[in-house]
């Protein structure tokens, strides 16, 4: 068989959680990898695996401020990605989605790389429509708590297709919708963390609103696998595109799945909503399924049993 050539890849945000999933798939497929992180949310111990790897380094730098290496490819995941994370700096956070992609997208153009862009389906804000497609347009609120991410989302998405227009850069746009798997945080406040962590600490498990508003959950590897399979397609294929899984399950019915799976004597107890909070959010991947054969095949049990075995260790 025909080796395949080797690629400079550089993954920013690489040390966090899906950003580490990602280098530890490129390395396995044979290419150089440059992981580039602040460490504001990730850390060393997500990648302390990789660090003695040939092919591996990892430098720590802040998107925000330009970046000065040959790569063939890049793979934009820095932003911190839970609401207790990005409101913690919202400013920064701002930062990081626009000045970041401005410099990230500088980069592509003077080395000629190819740039995939990890933006959200919180572009698509508190939505009118079900499932959401690519060519939905979004309800987002501008001036609101969650808006440093959401605009700053949007506003990088708008930065990506003005470089491929005006300056003809090789872009690629995934709107990511909600990933679970090992290492994410286990105090970021994510639903999938947040009832895993207080189920194995035999904590109350905390439903926002009555439990009834769903959630669709993509198990890390299959959306890596989407994420390097979009970054492969054709240089006229830019997307946005949605990369999620599209099951559909109520809060409480996860709740009971992460009960059941960890046994846990927890009782499950209710809070208000949030501001801005979503009632319903499914990712339409017709798209994904055209463009790259692909769509998920991690069950959620499937997943969360390997998320709990994850916080097991991890706690
Ligand atoms: N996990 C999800 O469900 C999800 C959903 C939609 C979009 N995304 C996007 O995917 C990307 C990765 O998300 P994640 O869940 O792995 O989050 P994460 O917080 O684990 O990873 C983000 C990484 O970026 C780094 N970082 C933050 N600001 C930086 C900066 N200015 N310079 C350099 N590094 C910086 C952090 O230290 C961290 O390692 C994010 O861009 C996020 O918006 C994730």
């Known amino acids: 068989m025909a080796k395949l050539p080797v690629k400079k890849l550089l993954v920013t945000g690489g040390a966090g959680f899906l950003g580490s999933h990602l280098c530890e798939r490129l390395l396995a497929a044979g290419h150089d990898v440059l992981c580039v992180d602040n460490f504001f949310t990730g850390g060393k111990a997500n990648i302390e ?78 939505p009118e429509i079900h499932p959401q497609s690519e060519g939905y347009w979004g309800r987002v609120n501008p001036v609101g708590p969650r808006s440093c991410y959401d605009e700053g989302k949007r506003c990088a998405e708008t930065l990506f297709f003005d470089y491929w227009r005006q300056h003809s850069v090789r872009i690629k746009v995934a709107r990511i919708f909600n990933t679970y798997g ?17 189920a194995l600490r035999g904590e109350d498990i905390t439903v926002y609103g009555d439990g009834r508003q769903t959630r669709s959950f993509c198990y890390v590897d299959d959306l890596v696998e989407a994420l390097i399979q979009l970054m492969d397609t054709a240089d006229d294929f830019t997307g946005p595109i949605n990369i999620g899984n599209p099951r559909e399950f109520t809060i409480l019915e996860l709740t009971e799945e992460v009960m059941r799976l960890t046994g846990t004597n927890s009782k499950i107890v209710f809070r208000p909503l949030p501001a801005d909070d979503p009632r319903q959010r499914q990712p339409d991947i017709a798209l994904a399924e055209s463009m790259l054969g692909w769509r998920p095949t991690t069950e959620l049990a499937q997943g969360l049993e390997r998320t709990i075995r994850y916080f097991q260790q991890a706690l």
């Open 182 to 198: 090992p290492r994410m945080h286990p105090n970021d406040g994510r639903v999938v963390s947040n009832f895993i962590v207080q």
């Open 49 to 126: 695996h990789l660090l003695k790897h040939p092919r591996f380094e990892l430098m720590r730098h802040d998107i925000t401020f330009p970046l000065y290496v040959e790569v063939d490819e890049i793979y934009n995941l820095a932003c911190p990605a839970s609401p207790v994370h990005y409101q913690f700096d919202p400013v920064q956070t701002t930062k990081t989605s626009v000045h970041g992609a401005i410099n990230m997208l500088g980069l592509a153009k003077r080395v000629k790389a190819r740039i995939l862009q990890a933006s959200t389906s919180e572009v698509y804000g508190d």
